[in-house]
Each structure stands twice: as C-alpha cells, then as structure tokens.
C-alpha cells in the first residue's frame, strides 16, 4: 500500500502547494496531498512559479482540511507555527513533524524562486527520512 503524506498549513495557497508539486514528481511512489486550515485563493505567483517549473496543473488549488479528515496519512507535515498551538488529531500511528518556511513577499519573485530550491533539497530528504 502507497504511503500517504499531508502537507498541512493555514491556507493552502502557497508553501503546501509548491510542496505537493514538488514531491508528486520526485516522490512518485507516494500519495501527496496539501490542505489548509482555512484555504483561500492562490497566490497568483505560485501559478507563475509551477508554470515556470513545468510543474503546474489544475489540482494544484488550495484545498480544505475537512475534506482528508477520514484519512489516514504516515505522515503529516505541518508548514505552519499557527497550527501547532492546536493541531487537529490524526490517527496514533501518523507521524507529525513541522517545518518552517520564511512568508513570501509576492513583490519579490526571487523569494518564490528561493522556496522551490528549499524545498526541493530540504523536503525530500526529510520525507525519505522519515518513511
């Protein structure tokens, strides 16, 4: 059975898209999803920067949380401090850890740059760590 992963944050319009992007091309053999607590539009740069990255597609929206509620996941990836101070619980076996990523200035495109490389180098060898 496929290993599935959460990539959690508050709304799901940014740093958890460009995550689940990322790890759906280097991680094929696990299933990824993003979610936010209260998700609201993409940011108009994360559309530019995937494009860019020939890493777009439509499911890349931001997404509820309610909607994975009866899942499962190995593992959760909370990419928000506001989460912490009241997580929503998961089942006993579900890994959790957090990891923080700087805000986004949507004036400054280098820092979307910046968080695809981070990601990137930093994200997947922490999963393959952890899994």
């Given at each position: 059975?496929?290993?599935?992963?959460?990539?959690?944050?508050?709304?799901?319009?940014?740093?958890?898209?460009?995550?689940?992007?990322?790890?759906?091309?280097?991680?094929?053999?696990?299933?990824?999803?993003?979610?936010?607590?209260?998700?609201?539009?993409?940011?108009?740069?994360?559309?530019?920067?995937?494009?860019?990255?020939?890493l777009w597609d439509d499911k890349y929206q931001p997404k509820d949380f309610k909607q994975?509620?009866?899942?499962?996941?190995?593992?959760?990836?909370?990419?928000?401090?506001?989460?912490?101070?009241?997580p929503p619980k998961f089942n006993e076996n579900t890994k959790m850890i957090y990891l923080?990523?700087?805000?986004?200035?949507?004036?400054?495109?280098?820092?979307?740059?910046?968080?695809?490389?981070?990601?990137?180098?930093?994200?997947?060898?922490?999963?393959?760590?952890?899994?």
């Open positions: 059975m496929q290993k599935k992963i959460l990539l959690l944050s508050t709304k799901n319009n940014s740093h958890s898209l460009v995550a689940e992007a990322v790890l759906n091309k280097h991680l094929q053999q696990l299933t990824i999803n993003s979610a936010g607590i209260k998700p609201t539009a993409i940011d108009k740069n994360i559309v530019k920067l995937l494009k860019k990255e020939n994975f509620t009866e899942e499962n996941f190995d593992l959760v990836i909370i990419l928000s401090e506001k989460i912490l101070k009241n923080e990523y700087e805000p986004l200035n949507e004036n400054n495109y280098s820092e979307y740059e910046q968080l695809f490389k981070d990601i990137k180098m930093e994200l997947i060898p922490i999963i393959r760590l952890e899994l």
